[in-house]
């Protein structure tokens, strides 16, 4: 069975400072990976998405993450934190032979203060 | 514009009644879904619809019904067996198939008293 752990529920940053959120993963095959931000009483948007093509994955908003096979990773960083990044953020396994269904990690809250 | 609308975004409903939870997409996707969202547990998968008049259970099933009537629509009834449905309600679609993401709408905020 698929598995996501958030190794961190509460992040906090300076403005301006680089963010890291950190996300590890059990699969027995090769996975689809998915970061997801959600601001307060909102949906969750796409990030970013790792479909086996390039282990360094770009998304929205300077967002990027890579795929470490050899750890089962896929941190997600950024070079500079905005004010507008304080937000819940979601990693995201699909699961095995499960036609779309995905696996959530339990979320980080990240804090950004000026 | 593309996307899923959910309503109302807060309801609020004494115990022991049903509630129906609205989702509509305009982005032709076959797959629809619907997750519980409780603080500090991340999303939990209710029931999903891979395509017209066809679902399956998810994760927490019990407590819940759904139809799958139209495409674009996928409603889903809080029942009075449900114990604890107070949370955050959020619809999602997808074209479906492995390895595609989810299209998230706005989310449902139940209150039960």
């Known amino acids: 069975a698929q598995s996501v752990t958030q190794l961190d529920s509460h992040v906090s940053v300076s403005e301006g400072t680089p963010v890291l959120l950190r996300c590890n993963y059990s699969s027995s095959y090769s996975p689809s990976l998915f970061w997801y931000v959600q601001h307060p009483n909102k949906g969750l948007q796409l990030l970013l998405k790792?479909?086996?093509?390039?282990?360094l994955v770009k998304g929205i908003n300077g967002f990027e993450a890579e795929f470490k096979k050899s750890e089962t990773s896929f941190h997600l960083t950024k070079p500079s934190a905005h004010m507008s990044d304080a937000a819940e953020y979601f990693c995201?396994?699909?699961?095995?032979?499960?036609?779309?269904?995905?696996?959530f990690g339990a979320g980080t809250q990240v804090v950004v203060t000026p | 514009d593309g996307g899923i609308t959910q309503s109302p975004k807060y309801l609020f409903r004494k115990e022991g009644q049903n509630v129906t939870l609205s989702c509509e997409q305009n982005?032709?996707?076959?797959?629809m879904y619907w997750y519980r969202q409780d603080p500090g547990q991340g999303l939990r998968l209710i029931y999903y619809?891979?395509?017209?008049?066809?679902?399956q259970k998810g994760d927490i099933a019990e407590g819940y019904s759904v139809s799958r009537e139209k495409k674009e629509s996928f409603p889903l009834t809080v029942t009075s067996a449900q114990k604890n449905p107070t949370a955050f309600y959020l619809c999602?679609?997808?074209?479906?198939?492995?390895?595609?993401?989810?299209?998230f709408g706005p989310g449902t905020r139940l209150t039960v008293l």
């Open positions: 790792y479909t086996s093509a390039a282990t």
């Open positions: 619809s891979q395509i017209v008049n066809d679902f």
């Open positions: 995201v396994v699909s699961r095995t032979g499960s036609w779309g269904k995905l696996q």
């Open positions: 999602a679609s997808s074209i479906g198939g492995a390895g595609n993401e989810q299209f």
């Open positions: 982005l032709n996707h076959d797959a």
